[in-house]
C-alpha cells in the first residue's frame, strides 16, 4: 500500500434523520431493559394511543420492575386546554379528553425524505447507514406549531453522528457574526447563488434532509417502527425512570419528565459505539408529575452552548446537536416565555438515580409521586446491562460466555468502581477549569462520568473556592468547594442500591448472581448481602475516586500552569497558594491563568535584580492586578510582594525542568507559552456572555441566531486568540466584529460576576 492509500480517509455516507441505522436488539436499550408492562412493545404502545393517549402523558408511577416507557414527543401547553359542554357526564369528559389527545397524537403516517448521495470524509472505502430498513415518520392530525431552528453544532454533528445528513441546514442558519445587527438579512452559509434570479438555491434533496430533521428534533414528527411479530425489529421512543436523592434528600421516582430518546444509532467508524439522541422539552411523560414537559428559549441556550463548551475543555459531558425554537409555544415560568427543544446526544443516558429507582433507600408515596417497592431481579437486569454494553467493563466472563455452570464473573464491584473513576475524573476536570453544576443530586450524575443536565451552571468569574451558582442552594451544598465531596455522596447512594447484589456475589465466591437470584430470598438476608456488599467496597470505592481525582486534577492543573514534570510539592508550594492569590485579591480565574502564559522566567531569576528586571517583573505583576473588577479595594503593596514572593517560586520551578523541552527549537519560552495557551481559554461562556445571548435572540431569533453560532464557534474554540489578543493597536483601528470578540472575551459588567441563576427552565 502506498501512502496516498494509507492516507486516505474513510467516507461516511449521509443519509436523513428517518434512515439512521439502528443499534443492534442486542445493545440497544430498549430490547435489553424492561418496558413500561402496560405497554410492553412498540406494536401495543401504537394501539394505546390510538385509544389511551392520556397513558404516556398521566404522571403515574411505573411499575416496580420496569426501566423506562415508551413516549412520544407531544410539545403541548400544560394543563391542556381542553373544551367540552359542562353538562356532560364525567365519562363522556374523559372520552372529550382522550379524543382530544388522539388528534394530536403523531398518528398518521407521513412521507420520508429520500436518500441523497452526500457524503463526508474524502477517498478510501465507503461506511456508515447502508440501505437497511428505516423507520416511518408520522405526524399529528391537530398539531403544527411554528418551529425554526437556530441552533446547530457541527462539533456534535461530526464527533456522534457524522452520517447524519442535515440538508442545507447550515446555509439556513446564516453566517455566525458577533456584529450583526437586529433586522439585518442573513448572510448565506456557504450555497451557492443562482446568477439569474439572485436566489440562494439549494437542492431538492437538501430541503428534504433538513425539513425532515427540523420536524422530527422539534417534536412535530415522530420515528417508530411497529410493524412484524418480533419485538426486537420494532423501535418507538421511550423516556427513562429514575429516582434520586435531591440536596439530600430522597425524592422517589423523578424520571424523564420532559426528555425523550427518539433512537440509538451507531457511530459508523468506531465498532461497539452507539449514540441516543434525544429531546428535551418535547412534552409531558409518565415522569413529569405536575410539570409540563417543557423547556423554554433561556434555557436550551444555555445546556446547547455549554455541552460543546464543555467538551471543547476536555471535560467529559453529553453533546448537543439542535435547537429548535417553539415561538407559539408559550410556557410559564416567573413569566411567560416561549419554548424550546434541544437535541442532545450521549452513549447513554443513565444515572445513578436509574439503580436507586430499584433498589430504594424508602417507599414512600405522595400527591403526583412517590417510589415503589425494590425490584432486585430489575436492578440485576440493569447492572449487568449497564456493565456489560454501556461501561465495556474488561476482563468479565459474562454469563452464556461462562460454561455449562452458567454462572459469570461477578460485575458489581467493579461497575461501582469504574463509575466512581469516571465520576472523579469528570469533577477533576470541573475544579479545574472552574465549572459549577449547580444540582448535583444523583439523578443528575451520570453513570458514564459525564457531565449531564446544565440548569444553572456557571463558570467561575473572581475567584471564590465558596462561590454557589444556584440561587436556590440556600445552604450551598453545591458550592464549587464541595463539588468533589458531593460527587462522593452520590457515588455512595449507587453502592447502596446494589450493596445486596454485591453481597450476594461474594457469597457466590465471586460468581455473578443468576436471573431471579433474590426472588425467595427472605428480608433477613437481603439485608445480610446488603450490609456485606458496603463493608466490602465502601472504603475502595471512595479511595479510588479520591487518587483518580487527585491524579486528573494535578495532570491538568500542570497543563494550566505549562509543567511537564510532576513533584510531590507542585499542589502545596504552586497550586493552592495561587488559587489563594486569586481569592485574597479577587482576581479573574481564567484571565490570571491566560495572563500567566506570557510569563517568562527570566523575569525573576536572580540576574534579573536589576532596575530594569525588577521594573518588567513588577509591570507583570500590574498587568495581572487589571483582573481584579475591585481595583480600588487592593493593598497593593501586599499584593506585588505576594505575588513577587509567588512568581519566583514558579520561576524557579519553570526552570528546573528546561532539559524536558529539549525538542522546542531552541526557544523554550515560546513553546511552553504556545502548550500553556493551549490549555488556557480566552473565551469562556461567562454568566453575562449567556444572558446577552439568550436577550438577542429573545429579541430578534434572525440576528440573534447568528450570534448564537458565532458564540458556539467560540465556545468549541475557546484557545483561539479571539479579539485580535496580541495586537496592542487602538481599538478604533479593529473592525466591529474583532472588537466585539474581544469584548465577548472580557470579565463583563461588575453586576453580573458571580450571577446566580435558578432551577426555573
Known amino acids: 500500500m502506498n501512502n496516498a492509500t494509507a492516507a486516505q480517509t474513510t467516507i461516511v455516507k449521509r443519509v436523513p434523520i428517518s434512515a439512521l441505522p439502528l443499534t443492534p436488539s442486542t445493545h440497544s436499550l430498549i430490547h435489553a431493559l424492561t418496558p413500561d408492562p402496560l405497554t410492553p412493545t412498540p406494536a401495543a404502545w401504537r394501539d394505546t394511543r390510538a385509544e389511551k393517549p392520556s397513558l404516556q402523558r398521566r404522571a403515574r408511577l411505573l411499575a416496580p420492575q420496569a426501566h423506562f416507557s415508551y413516549v412520544a414527543p407531544c410539545p403541548l401547553s400544560f394543563p391542556y386546554r381542553v373544551e367540552y359542554p359542562d353538562d356532560e357526564d364525567g365519562e363522556a369528559q374523559v372520552r372529550a379528553v382522550e379524543q382530544w389527545m388522539v388528534e394530536r397524537e403523531a398518528l398518521r403516517e407521513a412521507p420520508v425524505a429520500a436518500r441523497a448521495s452526500t457524503s463526508a470524509g ?117 423516556s427513562l425512570r429514575y429516582s434520586g436523592h435531591q440536596f439530600g434528600t430522597f425524592a422517589g421516582q423523578l424520571g424523564d419528565g420532559r426528555a425523550i430518546s427518539l433512537l440509538s444509532t451507531p457511530h459508523p ?42 467538551h471543547a475543555l476536555g471535560i467529559p459531558t453529553t453533546r448537543s446537536l439542535a435547537l429548535i425554537h417553539l415561538p407559539k409555544l408559550p410556557v410559564e415560568r416567573e413569566r411567560v416565555e416561549s419554548a424550546c427543544i434541544l437535541t442532545r446526544v450521549a452513549p447513554s443516558f443513565i444515572r445513578i438515580g436509574s439503580f436507586e429507582a430499584l433498589n430504594p433507600p424508602a417507599q414512600i408515596f405522595f400527591l403526583g409521586g412517590g417510589q415503589q417497592a425494590a425490584h432486585l431481579e430489575a436492578l440485576r437486569v440493569l447492572g449487568e446491562w449497564v456493565a456489560r454494553r454501556v461501561l465495556s467493563l474488561p476482563d468479565v466472563k459474562w454469563r452464556e460466555a461462562a460454561g455449562e455452570d452458567g454462572l459469570g464473573d461477578a460485575w458489581g464491584t467493579k461497575l461501582v468502581l469504574e463509575v466512581a473513576r469516571r465520576n472523579a475524573r469528570m469533577v477533576a476536570g470541573w475544579q479545574v477549569y472552574g465549572f459549577m453544576h449547580g444540582v448535583i443530586n444523583t439523578d443528575n450524575v451520570s453513570i458514564m462520568g459525564l457531565t449531564i443536565d446544565y440548569g444553572p451552571y456557571a463558570f467561575m468569574d473572581v475567584f471564590n473556592p465558596w462561590h454557589i451558582c444556584n440561587h436556590s442552594d440556600s445552604e450551598g451544598r453545591y458550592a464549587y468547594k464541595y463539588q468533589p465531596a458531593v460527587i462522593i455522596h452520590a457515588l455512595r447512594s449507587l453502592l447502596d442500591a446494589l450493596a445486596p447484589l454485591i453481597g450476594a456475589e461474594d457469597e457466590l465466591g465471586g460468581k455473578a448472581v443468576s436471573p431471579d437470584w433474590a426472588e425467595n430470598a427472605p428480608k433477613e438476608k437481603v439485608k445480610e448481602w446488603t450490609e456485606c456488599g458496603k463493608e466490602l467496597v465502601k472504603e475502595e470505592m471512595e479511595r479510588v475516586a479520591e487518587e483518580a481525582c487527585a491524579i486528573e486534577y494535578g495532570r491538568l492543573m500542570h497543563k494550566r500552569l505549562g509543567l511537564r514534570r510532576t513533584d ?15 481569592d485574597e485579591y479577587k482576581l479573574d480565574f481564567h484571565g490570571t491563568f491566560r495572563r500567566l502564559c506570557s510569563f517568562r522566567p527570566s523575569l525573576a531569576s536572580a540576574d534579573s535584580d536589576s532596575d530594569a528586571g525588577d521594573a518588567d517583573l513588577k509591570a507583570f505583576v500590574d498587568s495581572l492586578l487589571t483582573l481584579t473588577p475591585e481595583p480600588e479595594r487592593l493593598d497593593r503593596i501586599k499584593a506585588h510582594s505576594d505575588w513577587l514572593d509567588w512568581l519566583r517560586r514558579y520561576a524557579t520551578r519553570i526552570e528546573s525542568e528546561r532539559d524536558l523541552w529539549t525538542g522546542s527549537g531552541g526557544d523554550v519560552d515560546a513553546a511552553r507559552e504556545k502548550e500553556m495557551r493551549a490549555a488556557n481559554p480566552r473565551f469562556v461562556l461567562r454568566q453575562w456572555v449567556l444572558e446577552e445571548v439568550i436577550q438577542k435572540v429573545e429579541t430578534d431569533v434572525e440576528s440573534g441566531k447568528r450570534i448564537l453560532g458565532k458564540v458556539l464557534h467560540m465556545s468549541c474554540n475557546p484557545y483561539e486568540p479571539w479579539g485580535a489578543e496580541d495586537l496592542d493597536e487602538d481599538e478604533d483601528e479593529l473592525d466591529a466584529e474583532v472588537m466585539e470578540e474581544r469584548r465577548y472575551c472580557s470579565m463583563g459588567e461588575r453586576k453580573l460576576l458571580g450571577f446566580q441563576c435558578s432551577c426555573s427552565s
Not at 568 to 582: Q, V, Y
Request: aromatic share 4%; hydrophobic share 35%; net charge negative.
Open 122 to 238: 474524502r477517498g478510501g472505502s465507503e461506511t456508515g447507514a447502508g440501505e437497511g430498513p428505516r423507520l416511518s415518520k408520522y405526524v399529528a392530525e391537530k398539531r403544527d406549531e411554528e418551529r425554526v431552528l437556530i441552533g446547530l453544532t457541527e462539533t456534535g454533528l461530526q464527533d456522534c453522528v457524522p452520517h447524519l445528513d442535515v440538508g442545507d441546514a447550515f446555509e439556513l442558519l446564516g453566517a455566525p457574526s458577533l456584529s450583526v445587527s437586529p433586522g439585518q438579512d442573513a448572510a448565506p452559509n456557504g450555497l451557492a447563488v443562482d446568477s439569474t434570479t439572485g436566489r440562494v438555491e439549494p437542492s431538492e434533496a437538501a430541503v428534504a434532509a433538513r425539513e425532515e430533521l427540523i420536524d422530527v428534533l422539534s417534536g412535530h414528527a415522530m420515528l417508530m417502527n411497529g410493524a412484524g411479530e418480533d419485538a426486537k425489529t420494532q423501535w418507538a421512543p421511550w
Open 269 to 310: 467508524s468506531e465498532p461497539g459505539l452507539s449514540y441516543e439522541l434525544q429531546l428535551k422539552g418535547a412534552g409531558r411523560t409518565p415522569f413529569s408529575r405536575m410539570a409540563d414537559g417543557l423547556a423554554v428559549l433561556r434555557s436550551s441556550i444555555r445546556e446547547f452552548l455549554c455541552s460543546e463548551a464543555m
Open 568 to 582: 510531590k510539592d507542585d499542589e502545596s508550594k504552586l497550586g493552592r497558594p495561587l488559587l489563594a492569590l486569586m
